[in-house]
């Protein structure tokens, strides 16, 4: 019985081995059977990615170029600004070249010097004359002797000593006056020349102004005034200027004035003083001047 069942059993399981033969043939030569049996399957023919044997193109990577940010210069409100120097300024522009005897340093002395007596009104002008001539002889209608002398002290031009109060209503016609002209210009120092032509009638391209020249100017036949000045800087188209006083319609004032102009003779406060012989404002130079020039060394 026992070998009955073993025979049995052995043959149903060679008979399930060679079921499983069959179907396993049959899913292999058809796929179908095998997504009806199971519906999960994927469907389709599986058709493997073709081979790229074409040279890849390369796409261009670009890194960003980096700009910076500018930078904001703040400048603190107490850090000092570099300005121009005026008289740098008047330099470059033209307005003051060094000519004629003085050194250049003289010359811009003489300049500087000048610029602190301009008093831009008339109350400003009788202060500056009192400061240079002294209560009770400060006025700016009759200032300009030591006017002048004091620029040209302050500028080392003439002695330290040379008091400018000398020169207040100073007459060369007067010998004690002709004596304090020659201290304060001795001969072995400067240059001295006088001319009896009309200042209208001067040549001023064949005679120049060079600065540092001090004038006595004659009224002459006809002025009202004599004037003493001394020139402090001339241009570069020869013009010769001076910071003097002189009569405008509100008074007398101190201000730098040009003299003449080579070019133009109907310019210059020289043409307006010979413009109309006794005028209201003042009219001088038409006895000539007398002028003192340091000698070049």
């Given at each position: ?177 002709r004596k304090i002209l020659d201290r304060a210009f001795p001969a072995n120092r400067f240059s001295y020349m006088k001319f009896t032509k009309p200042l209208n009638r001067m040549d001023w391209r ?59 003779p109907n310019a210059g406060i020289f043409h307006t003083w010979t413009m109309e012989r006794n005028r209201p404002l003042g009219s001088t130079g038409f006895g000539g001047f007398e002028l003192w ?5």
């Amino acid at each position: 019985m026992l070998s009955t069942l073993k025979h049995l059993s052995l043959g149903l399981m060679i008979g399930m081995l060679f079921m499983l033969l069959i179907i396993s043939g049959l899913l292999i030569l058809n796929p179908g059977i095998a997504q009806a049996a199971n519906p999960f399957l994927p469907t389709g023919t599986f058709t493997p990615p073709p081979t790229n044997t074409a040279t890849p193109t390369l796409i261009p990577t670009f890194t960003p170029t980096f700009t910076p940010t500018p930078t904001v210069l703040v400048i603190p409100t107490n850090a000092p600004i570099d300005t121009p120097d005026p008289v740098e300024s008047l330099i470059r522009a033209g307005g003051l070249i060094f000519t004629g005897p003085l050194s250049n340093d003289q010359q811009l002395s003489l300049y500087k010097a000048s610029l602190n007596y301009i008093a831009p009104t008339i109350q400003d002008s009788v202060r500056i004359s009192i400061r240079v001539n002294g209560v009770g002889y400060g006025d700016p209608t009759n200032i300009c002797g030591p006017l002048a002398i004091a620029m040209m002290r302050d500028a080392g031009i003439v002695a330290e000593d040379v008091a400018p109060h000398d020169f207040w209503l100073l007459n060369p016609a007067i010998p004690e006056d002709r004596k304090i002209l020659d201290r304060a210009f001795p001969a072995n120092r400067f240059s001295y020349m006088k001319f009896t032509k009309p200042l209208n009638r001067m040549d001023w391209r064949a005679f120049p102004l060079q600065p540092g020249d001090f004038l006595f100017v004659w009224h002459g036949s006809g002025g009202n005034f004599d004037h003493m000045l001394v020139v402090n800087r001339v241009d570069s188209n020869l013009r010769a200027y001076a910071v003097t006083n002189y009569g405008t319609p509100d008074g007398f004032t101190i201000a730098e004035v040009m003299l003449y102009d080579p070019s133009d003779p109907n310019a210059g406060i020289f043409h307006t003083w010979t413009m109309e012989r006794n005028r209201p404002l003042g009219s001088t130079g038409f006895g000539g001047f007398e002028l003192w020039r340091l000698r070049a060394p």
